[in-house]
């Protein structure tokens, strides 16, 4: 017998959290960015009215602007999100204890074993989960029910906001392979260029290439995705207590538009570390290595690393560390497609070790005071939401925010 698969996608995850708090603002075309009061800061999120502006998520204020005029930019709230996301997978373990976080805002549920106890199908009980989430935390989802990971993901996907698709053996074939080959989960622009040059442009094409010729071109990957094309995935739902630490934390976008000069690089790097470090808290480890990786429009990459005087989970810090390596290997007038910013060799904050500086002795306790003040800081924040607390000197931008 199949299994009976979800897959859980928040719809405009970082807007629709935000418009909670400003409901008024709705029918207006709005965006969520790392500072709305800079031209040069990257949309993060967009509602369904800013997407009928074709407002993209990864470009810039400005870009967003020239297309919308009248996009209203709301800031970032990290903590807020991820306390909305434990309640959302709060909900989802109402149904089922095997569910496996994939991002944020992105879940699979293996509901095979627990569907008898709700007296219904996958269909039934997808639509059920969106109803729950809907009428207990405002937000909308849309799940795909599937035999496997892969194709239940392609049914979230496959039509948004808050719609339940089910992709079966019977319709599989029909619903997906018509798509580009890029739909495919993991399939990125470079293995699509591959594919392309050997005439696979398509999910089914993939499906009907030979297993062993993509093999061939692609290595492992190649056989990867012939298995993802043609229904043959089968991995386990691995719900989030029996997952293994994680060796390492990144966060990396492809950008709409090339970014180019230090003060566009610079918003790119401190938005993407901003979220490692929230996450490297969330884990209560630190890196005691940072790690960018640098993408330019032919997609020649490069990658560069550095060790840290100290590990650390301080946004700045790693900020601060990623700039230098650019810096030294980057010509600012060189346009960067895509940017990646990882921590690296973590290991638990209670086990990560400083080593003093003798030239500046005081700096140790006043680094672990700016600790202890985040880490407190983030416990208020995701219990109360992210205006219980915040540094005086930043009230006044988030007030002017608000306002655009």
């Known amino acids: 017998m199949d299994r009976v698969i979800l897959h859980c996608d ?30 040069h800061g990257v949309i993060l999120a967009k509602n369904e009215a800013a997407k009928r502006f074709q407002v993209q998520t990864a470009e ?30 709060a909900i989802y373990e109402r149904f089922t204890d095997l569910v496996e976080p994939f991002s944020v805002d992105e879940s699979w549920l293996d509901v095979t074993g627990t569907l008898h106890l709700f007296h219904t199908d996958g269909k039934g009980l997808a639509d059920r989960i969106r109803e729950t989430v809907r009428e207990e935390l ?31 053996r019977e319709n599989y074939r029909q619903l997906l392979w018509s798509l580009p080959v890029n739909d495919l989960i993991f399939v990125g622009r470079a ?15 993939l499906a009907a290439a030979d297993r062993g010729a993509l093999v061939q071109l692609l290595g492992k990957q190649g056989g ?56 490297l808290r969330r884990l209560d480890m630190k ?45 600012p007038r060189a346009p960067v ?19 003093l500086d003798l030239l500046a002795p005081e700096a140790s306790p006043q680094r672990e005071k700016v600790e202890r003040i985040e880490r407190t800081m983030d416990g208020i924040r995701e219990r109360f939401g992210r205006e219980a607390i915040g540094p005086a000197r930043g009230k006044g931008k988030q007030e002017k925010a608000r306002e655009q």
């Open 60 to 89: 810039t204020v400005w870009q967003a602007r020239k297309k919308c005029p009248g996009l209203v930019l709301l800031p970032a709230h990290h903590d807020k999100y991820h306390h909305y996301s434990k309640l959302v997978n």
């Open 287 to 331: 890196c005691a290595t940072v790690n960018i990786a640098v993408r330019d429009p032919n997609f020649k990459d490069i990658s560069r690393q550095k060790g840290l005087p100290s590990p650390t989970y301080l946004a700045r810090e790693i900020t601060q560390a990623a700039m230098e390596l650019l810096r030294q290997s980057w010509d």
């Open 138 to 168: 405002g937000l909308t989802i849309s799940v795909g029910v599937s035999f496997n990971k892969i194709f239940a993901k392609m049914g979230s996907d496959y039509k948004k906001p808050d719609a339940t698709t089910v992709v079966s």
């Open 191 to 205: 293995a699509a260029k591959t594919l392309g040059g050997y005439g696979i442009r398509t999910i089914g094409e």
């Open 337 to 355: 497609r895509a940017l990646t910013v990882t921590g690296q060799n973590l290991m638990p904050a209670d086990q990560a070790g400083e080593q």
């Open 224 to 279: 990867t995705l012939h298995d993802y094309a043609t229904g043959a995935e089968h991995a386990p739902v691995i719900p989030a207590r029996e997952l293994p630490p994680p060796k390492s934390v990144g966060n990396g976008l492809t950008f709409p538009r090339n970014l180019v000069g230090w003060e566009e690089l610079r918003a790119g790097v401190a938005m993407l570390s901003d979220e490692v470090a929230a996450r």
């Open 10 to 39: 928040l719809n405009s995850f970082y807007a629709s959290v935000e418009l909670l708090d400003h409901p008024e603002l709705r029918e207006q075309p709005v965006a969520v960015c790392g500072d709305p009061e800079s031209r």
